[in-house]
């Protein structure tokens, strides 16, 4: 088994954990159900979160999930060995950005939180069904189409804050509830759902390689960081169609 069978675009997927998981002396490996359970109890950790900074909002808490929370996933990019502590850990922080930014929506835009998280929740639902019976297979030329999508997708966001903060100027197409502004957030949101397949082909190929235990939390980890992405593009889209009313 060379490297590339167990290689893709996860952050997470370090050369520490490939090296691991050729090891063949490893006993104690992950399962899908493992997965599956340390995904839910992530889940659990970030609702609690959540619902306690959408009731006590704060922008403490803004800044500290949202810096916090991308601390820990650097982290646990060079470290995953710690996924143990550092997935509910990151569930932790997401969930206080997550349960504030869901309150600063809410402000502004009555009932946009409940149809943001149904919508996410169908999403996750639908791209599982699409994944279990292969309406879309994950190939190695899928695998890469998201992979460079989702890369330039991070630059022209970094750009755009740095832009933003640094120079003054807001990139309209990110911020605009234009036909442009529109599209462009549909566009993301079909990338984070794209994004789910990787997350539910991490799981199978864990387990089919033999991943260290750990890796159950560092996938579970994985699929939160998407599932939040998504959630909050999906904030933002909904947003932009509630302004053109």
């Known amino acids: 088994m060379s490297n590339s069978n167990f290689n893709n675009s996860n952050p997470f997927i370090s050369d520490s954990l490939i090296d691991q998981t050729l090891d ?23 609702l609690v979160a959540a619902l306690f900074s959408y009731l006590v909002p704060n922008n403490i808490f803004l800044f500290t999930g949202l810096i ?33 930014i869901s309150f600063i929506y809410a402000s502004q835009f ?17 791209m599982l069904m699409a994944y279990k019976y292969q309406w879309i297979k994950v190939t190695e030329k899928l695998r890469s189409m998201i992979v460079a999508s989702t890369a330039a997708i991070a630059t022209f966001y970094i750009i755009s804050i740095i832009a933003n903060y640094g120079f003054g100027f807001q990139m309209p197409m990110i911020h605009s509830n234009g036909w ?20 539910f082909d991490n799981f199978e190929k864990g387990e089919q390689y033999g991943a ?14 998407t599932l939040v992405w998504l959630y909050i593009e999906i904030l933002r889209l909904l947003s932009k169609l509630s302004s053109r009313d």
Do not use: C
């Open 24 to 46: 063949q002396s490893i006993n104690d490996k992950m399962t899908i159900n493992g997965a599956i359970s340390k995904t839910f109890i992530l889940f659990g950790i970030l």
């Open 68 to 100: 916090g929370g991308l601390v820990t996933v650097i982290v646990a990019r060079f470290k995953p060995q710690w996924a143990n502590w550092l997935a509910p850990t990151y569930a932790f922080l997401e969930g206080l950005f997550v349960g504030t």
């Open 110 to 126: 009555h009932g946009i939180v409940f149809q943001a998280v149904t919508l996410t929740l169908a999403v996750l639902f639908f």
């Open 180 to 199: 442009l502004g529109i599209g462009f957030s549909l566009f993301v949101v079909g990338l984070a759902s794209m994004n789910l397949l990787l997350d």
């Open 212 to 225: 260290p235990k750990y890796a159950e939390w560092l996938f579970g980890m994985s699929i939160m960081v």
